[in-house]
RNA sequence: GGCGCGUUCGUCUAGCGGCCUAGGACGCUGCCCUCUCAAGGCAGAGAUCACGGGUUCAAAUCCCGUACGCGCCA
């Protein structure tokens, strides 16, 4: 009989989900829905200073618009759901608590009175004397008589982890193998602050292990605090889960990506016009490949080919160029009416909904491949709905010599052509260029210029008859008339 | 400072001792297509596999150092 995979996402409410935090989502996800396991998202609060609910909020709506369910978790800002309920770690404290008082009265933890400043002051020693800068353990000896004699004093106190002095912790990592750490360079952890109550350390082996998580995938940063982590588990008669670290995500300078190398957060790349599935793809292509090195992955593929093992163990750069071509490949690849729904913030935005004018459908049909955002159709497509505005490039065509007496020939031409379409107006146009001897760079250049402000854009005689006879007839007059 | 981790084209990566004169993708350059811009097709430039030692008939691949970067202790 094989346990079920149970993996988990337990982000900090102390800020928005980053490109960071997302790619450890999806990673757990997948691994989750490939072994057709439980992914768990649990929201790590005890910063009581630092976690809103805004940022509850805002993490909650990222993991989502990603299109990563989880199976057990918050229901909304104060709710959750699921066997192993409160997801909440404030929700939790008498559970913690319980585990505290079990680690104490087996003398496997113990008080320690040192205050802030002698801290300090130890590390400051220990640096000077070059030793690593660790806590000494000076209260662990202390004598029932001599902790009763500093509380006398009204000394508080933090809770301290007795880590094993000797032997040596393997951390069993799936990505980085087997990582040693020397348990007598580790230090006695707090596990209980003076008065801001459990650490991060301790809840999440409780946490880790009362609900039942069997896959513990998240970020190289936690890598050097596991060793600690897993004599917890001991302490407590406890097997640990399996680990897996997953290195950083860096900005195009090389340093670990944050606000100064532009976005961050999950939610500005939504509103920026990337897809959804643009980002579960990019976001898993980066530090994880098949062999074949694909691109493009379904949803299907990804969670049937996903395998953490096959992870990077080197940082990789977070590529925004890259993002882009994916984006537009899997733009190309909606249809039109979805893709429509899904620039619906976008238009609006612009005010390019309910406005007079040919169909949207047929108008973002025609720039379908040219989308590389979301946030770009709009301004691709706005002249067919807006009066046309003249780009300086623009202006320079019309300005070539003759361009006006071919505006209002066309529109003499055009007047009562039918039918108003695309092949017939090419051949009507052509034909137009011979009766002038004019080469028909002369006079296309010309019309796209009058009828969108620019001097690129959509294919040229389907735009006409897109845009419609009167449209047509009437930007050609106007900027005929612009030219005197 | 200690401990830990990492190092293949600009970027993401393939590679797990011979198939590598190092493969793919993004980007870049050129050509083709063409009414512009894209998209698409084709071609090309681009990596002494961080460096130095070993092991081996053979190393990007195994071992040991060094450098640099990063993380944790903070």
Not at 245 to 268: N, W
Not at 334 to 340: D, R, V
């Amino acid at each position: 009989m094989t346990t079920k995979v149970r993996t988990r996402f337990a982000p900090s409410p102390t800020g928005f989900l980053h490109i960071g935090g997302a790619r450890t989502t999806l990673y757990n996800w997948l691994y989750a829905r490939r072994h057709k396991g439980d992914f768990i998202l649990r929201i790590e609060d005890t910063d009581e200073v630092r976690s809103t609910e805004d940022s509850v909020t805002a993490i909650l709506r990222s993991i989502e618009w990603l299109g990563l369910n989880w199976d057990e978790g918050p229901v909304d800002e104060k709710t959750d759901k699921g066997p192993h309920s409160p997801y909440y770690q404030m929700q939790r404290v008498a559970i913690y608590r319980k585990y505290l008082d079990q680690l104490i009265k087996e003398g496997k933890a113990y008080r320690c009175y040192c205050t802030k400043e002698e801290l300090d002051e130890m590390r400051r020693l220990a640096q000077l004397e070059k030793r690593p800068p660790r806590y000494d353990g000076r209260c662990r000896a202390l004598t029932d008589a001599q902790r009763a004699a500093l509380e006398a004093q009204g000394k508080k106190f933090s809770i301290r982890f007795k880590m094993p002095q000797d032997g040596v912790t393997i951390v069993d990592d799936v990505i980085r193998g087997k990582v040693h750490f020397e348990n007598n360079l580790q230090q006695d952890l707090v596990i209980w602050k003076t008065t801001d109550g459990p650490t991060y350390n301790f809840c999440c082996v409780i946490d880790d292990h009362l609900m039942e998580i069997t896959h513990v995938t998240r970020g190289d940063e936690h890598l050097s605090n596991t060793p600690s982590q897993i004599q917890i588990y001991y302490a407590l008669g406890w097997t640990p889960p399996t680990f897996a670290h997953l290195s950083m995500i860096l900005g195009p300078d090389g340093s670990k990506l944050s606000k100064r190398h532009g976005a961050t957060s999950v939610l500005e790349y939504r509103d920026q016009g990337y897809l959804p599935h643009t980002m579960r793809n990019y976001l898993a292509l980066l530090g994880w490949s098949n062999s074949e090195s694909q691109q493009l992955f379904t949803d299907a593929d990804l969670i049937s080919q996903f395998d953490l093992a096959g992870c990077q163990k080197s940082p990789a750069t977070f590529d925004t160029v890259k993002l882009q071509w994916m984006n537009g490949e899997y733009i190309r690849q909606t249809p039109i009416p979805e893709l429509i729904e899904l620039a619906k913030p976008f238009l609006e935005k612009a005010g390019l909904l309910g406005l007079p004018g040919p169909d949207l459908k047929k108008v973002v049909a025609l720039e379908h491949e040219k989308f590389k955002l979301l946030s770009e159709i709009p301004t691709l497509i706005e002249f067919f709905y807006k009066p046309v505005e003249f780009t300086p490039k623009a202006d320079k065509v019309l300005q070539a010599p003759g361009a006006k007496d071919v505006l209002l020939g066309l529109v003499e031409a055009l007047k009562d052509f039918a039918p108003f379409e695309d092949k017939a107006l090419e051949a009507r146009i052509r034909k137009f260029c011979e009766e002038r001897g004019l080469k028909p760079g002369q006079v296309f250049h010309p019309i796209r210029t009058a009828v969108s402000g620019r001097t690129e854009g959509p294919t040229l005689f389907l735009m006409l008859e897109i845009m419609g006879r009167e449209r047509v007839l009437a930007r050609l007059k106007g900027a005929a008339e612009r030219l005197k």
